[in-house]
């Protein structure tokens, strides 16, 4: 294999790949469905957590993969030779990275989901591989590292494991971060070191923690470390790094510190195991086990589950049949070689997605966890066909955030139907989020057939903002509920078409000044300009246009195939299926605005509760009118011919207009 060149190894994604350490931002993802999330580098860079407010380990961006010292180091004192990391993590091997002679070598073995790296230096003798995996079962990371002899002489090793446990908040990596290390509390025991800060420190109001970290280490026979190093100032003493560290350096004798408490310290799990003479050709194995769990876990059981290698063994092959099976759900032969073996990793990323969220991986820092509206829509797509069997009550509990003004919450909650406004506290609306819904309901009605769900019912998203978040009820308070209600009290539902058509009417009407669907205060997060202004989007007003014209058709099927001639609707939508009025002009800017703000009063605060039978022959004939309109429109006035006669359709238009 040439350097740098990564190949497929078996039929299930399984790849190799060399010297991947010359790719400063290459990583790794493991997981599991538990909800613990880690990144991985060829180094053993990267961090490994369960939310924002719980790393394990230094939370990671794309830049501190290079730059950052901490990692999931495992040291190695070789008598006569001196200190040897195993993953080439050492101050003495970044001096010796760019010498055309080096004697090392790295390679990186990987599948679904598991990662490997084989680190080897004959110049010292020494053949490291380093296993990492998350089990399906358990918050924690295992770590194998298997160490061989390929020397022609016995040798003398001292292991060491050096794991800076962060321990708390993604926040403090700058706000009071030795603040939050006093209120450490560092418990050393037979099997490793377990950390649990006494508070969530936090000025608005102090917590107990309940939360704790744990890292625990054995050999491949289960027994323990003879010592440890519990702090960081311990391990690496007053001139060293954790890059080159005192304790392993000069093979500082470990201290026996069981049932220890340690206070208001940096952690680190530094555990020494007993000195081992290795033949020629042998290999030792060394379990260490990351684990983030409560203070009514119980450590040592868990770390039981993993602490040999047999124990290793058998977990790793549940995790592989695990995630095989969530990747082989859809099979694709291409003929193409290689293809079909990527497939199986594109199959798992909407899994990926919904344990990662948009915040989790190095390249992925974008805001504070969890998915946002786009996400859920569009991890509903792969849904519809790996895992049919969810998609329907998943679509309708979705619709549960749309707001009665076409909006919708922004941030999706842990549970299926559970939604918050923004948790930044800022008034947003994206200008697109409207036609999303309506994109992943077709696709699944299309697979399925099942065009009963336009019927089913649900609630409506409320809090404080209002007519697309240019105002906000003050009388509102969360005590209230997050559901809209009627004049008289009731929580009001209403079916999935009558959402789909809130969401379609209320953007049909809200356009700029070139009657082009307006950007919104919260597309300059999209980078658009910060258009919120003077801001149009020609490229989402087509697709709201086709998307109304779709409707009308997917309607007249359904009224084709299930003789259904009426659809109940709120009263106060009927102002926006306005098509018959002969006062309607879709060329007038005025007129729609009018029309929407009338609307918006209507409905802003609460419903009146009143259900109407509407033709479905007449919204069909609305829509159709509003998406033919559209078409009309943008071929009219947006498509622009250069100076050389070639053509386009404008894009957007920003605050310059």
């Known amino acids: 294999m040439k350097k740098n060149q990564w190949t497929f190894t078996d039929e299930l994604g399984s790849f190799s790949m060399n010297n991947p350490e010359s790719i400063n931002e290459l990583y790794f993802p493991l997981c599991n469905e538990l909800g613990l999330m880690s990144s991985i580098t060829p180094v053993l860079h990267g961090d490994m957590k369960q939310n924002q407010h719980n790393f394990m380990l230094l939370p990671t961006s794309l830049e501190d993969l290079h730059n950052s010292k901490a990692s999931r180091n495992f040291w190695l004192y070789v008598e006569d030779k001196g200190p040897w990391s195993v993953s080439g993590n050492s101050a003495m091997a970044h001096t010796n990275r760019f010498d055309s002679e080096q004697l090392t070598n790295r390679k990186v073995d990987a599948g679904l989901l598991w990662h490997q790296v084989t680190y080897t230096d004959t110049n010292i003798g020494i053949e490291s591989k380093i296993l990492n995996f998350i089990p399906v079962d358990n918050k924690v990371e295992i770590m194998k590292v298997t160490i061989t002899n390929i020397s022609k002489d016995p040798l003398i090793l001292t292991p060491t494991s050096a794991i800076p446990i962060y321990g708390r908040s993604a926040d403090n990596i700058r706000d009071h971060r030795h603040v939050t290390s006093l209120v ?179 390249s992925h820092d974008y805001g504070k966890g969890g998915r946002g509206w786009r996400d859920l829509w569009q991890d509903c797509l792969s849904l519809t066909l790996l895992q049919p069997e969810e998609v329907e009550s998943l679509l309708i509990n979705n619709y549960g955030g749309v707001r009665i003004d076409g909006t919708n919450a922004t941030i999706i909650g842990n549970e299926p139907g559970e939604f918050i406004a923004d948790r930044n506290n800022i008034p947003r609306v994206w200008m697109d989020h409207g036609s999303w819904p309506y994109l992943t309901t077709k696709l699944y009605i299309d697979q399925s057939g099942d065009m009963e769900i336009l019927l089913k019912e649900q609630t409506y998203f409320r809090d404080s903002q209002i007519k697309r978040a240019r105002e906000k009820d003050d009388e509102w308070s969360p005590n209230q509920g997050r559901f809209l209600k009627d004049r008289s009290g009731l929580i009001y539902s209403g079916s999935v078409i009558e959402h789909i058509l809130v969401q379609h009417l209320t953007s049909f009407f809200n356009v700029g000044e070139h009657n082009i669907i307006r950007l919104e205060g919260a597309d300059w997060n999209d980078t658009l300009d910060m258009a919120r202004e003077r801001g149009e989007s020609t490229a989402f007003t087509a697709l709201y246009g086709s998307n109304l014209l779709s409707i009308a058709k997917l309607l007249r099927d359904f009224r084709d195939s299930a003789s259904v001639q009426n659809l109940m609707l709120f009263e106060e939508l009927a102002i926006l299926l306005d098509s018959s009025n002969d006062k309607s002009d879709y060329n007038d800017i005025d007129y729609k605005h009018a029309l929407l703000d009338t609307y918006f009063d209507s409905v802003s605060v609460s419903l009146s509760g009143t259900k109407h039978t509407v033709p479905i022959d007449r919204i069909i004939d609305d829509l159709e009118a509003k998406g033919s309109w559209i078409i009309t429109h943008l071929r009219e006035q947006e498509y622009m011919t250069t100076s050389q006669g070639d053509g386009f359709y404008n894009g957007y238009y920003n605050n310059d207009g």
Request: include cysteine.
């Open 184 to 362: 450490n509390r560092t418990t050393v025991s037979s099997n490793g070191i377990s950390m649990q800060p006494v508070i969530l420190f936090d000025e608005t109001g102090h917590k107990y923690n309940h939360v704790r970290y744990f890292v625990y280490g054995s050999d491949e026979t289960g027994a323990g470390p003879i010592g440890v190093f519990p702090t960081v100032e311990d391990f690496i003493g007053s001139k060293g790094d954790l890059e080159w560290p005192e304790a392993v350096v000069t093979n500082k004798t470990a201290t026996d510190m069981s049932d220890v408490i340690i206070e208001g310290k940096e952690t680190v799990a530094a555990l020494r195991f007993e000195p081992v003479t290795l033949a020629p050709s042998k290999s030792i194995d060394y379990i260490i086990v990351m684990g983030i769990g409560t203070d009514t876990d119980n450590m040592n059981d868990i770390f039981e589950l993993y602490n040999s290698s047999t124990k290793v063994a058998q977990a790793l092959q549940k995790n592989k049949d695990h995630w095989i099976a969530q990747a082989t759900k859809v099979t694709v032969e291409s003929g193409l070689s290689g293809f079909s073996n990527w497939l199986k990793w594109v199959e798992v990323q909407p899994v990926f997605r919904k344990i990662f969220g948009c915040s989790f991986l190095p």
